[in-house]
């Protein structure tokens, strides 16, 4: 096994951080890792933001519920970025291409473009001895987060990334069975599959029971099930997503 693929088997997320800053060679060294995934036609649509404003990131620490934002080394944001290309172009070109990019194909190509971009970030400060921890939870702060970052049209933040020097150490979460995850030829939708999923779900039970940190009582399935079997407030978020150029089909 090569040092890539320890790196990925070792991941955990980390947050708790010591009160550490990252280096100028550390943080260009992840933003350049990032640059470096692969991106549609070569389109590169997204943005990479560092928040190193104090206050900054305590609002959005608060806003999001997440204190490794305030605490980690470094936060960065990663955003779907279509923005760039749209000042490339002249005025009736950007007309054609607002009704263009009403068609989820670009946002989609965007969202996926930023999270290869974001995992090569998160592998490559890994591969340094940090620790990271991915924060989707970045949009419990919308839409104030997009005023607090200056985003223009076409810009939208997907996730955060917290880097910095771990000050823990927690068990790793087991993982779905790969046979219930990887197919070849064709999706196998059997009964199999169903009792994967509920002796995968008696895994974490006691891995929940079990781990040094926050024990609850929750199955891989079960909390999923509850999250989505609710009325969620997600037409904010769509409508968001709308006001930013993204009136999607």
């Known amino acids: 096994m090569n040092e890539v693929m320890q790196v990925i088997r070792q ?3 980390i947050r708790k951080f010591k009160s550490i800053p990252l280096t100028g060679e550390q943080i260009e060294a992840i933003v350049d890792a990032a640059q470096m995934a692969p991106t549609s036609a070569h389109m590169q649509p997204f943005s990479i933001i560092g928040v190193t404003d104090r206050e900054l990131r305590k609002k959005i620490s608060v806003h999001s519920k997440n204190p490794p934002i305030e605490e980690c080394g470094y ?7 279509l923005h760039r290309m749209m000042l490339a172009a002249d005025p009736d070109q950007q007309e054609k291409m607002s009704r263009n990019l009403s068609f989820s194909y670009f946002y989609q190509t965007a969202v996926l473009s930023a999270a290869l971009a974001l995992q090569n970030a998160n592998l490559a400060a890994e591969s340094m001895g940090l620790g990271t921890v991915m924060i989707g939870g970045i949009n419990e702060a919308l839409p104030a987060l ?3 970052l200056g985003l223009p049209d076409y810009v939208v933040p997907l996730v955060g990334l917290a880097v910095g020097i771990p000050d823990e150490l927690p068990e790793q979460k087991p993982r779905l069975p790969r046979s219930a995850v990887f197919f070849e ?3 196998d939708d ?5 009792d994967k999923v509920e002796r995968y779900d008696r895994e974490i039970e006691e891995y929940y029971g079990a781990r040094t940190n926050n024990k609850q009582k929750a199955s891989w399935s079960g909390k999923f099930i509850a999250m989505m079997d609710n009325d969620l407030p997600l037409d904010g978020y769509t409508q968001y ?4 150029g993204f009136d999607l089909k």
Do not use: G, I, M, T
Request: charged share 40%; hydrophobic share 30%; net charge positive.
């Open 75 to 81: 936060f960065f944001v990663f955003c779907a970025d």
């Open 146 to 148: 997009d005023e607090w």
């Open 241 to 244: 997503v709308k006001s930013k």
């Open 185 to 187: 030829n064709r999706y």
């Open 190 to 194: 059997n009964r199999d599959l169903k």
């Open 11 to 13: 991941h955990r997320s």
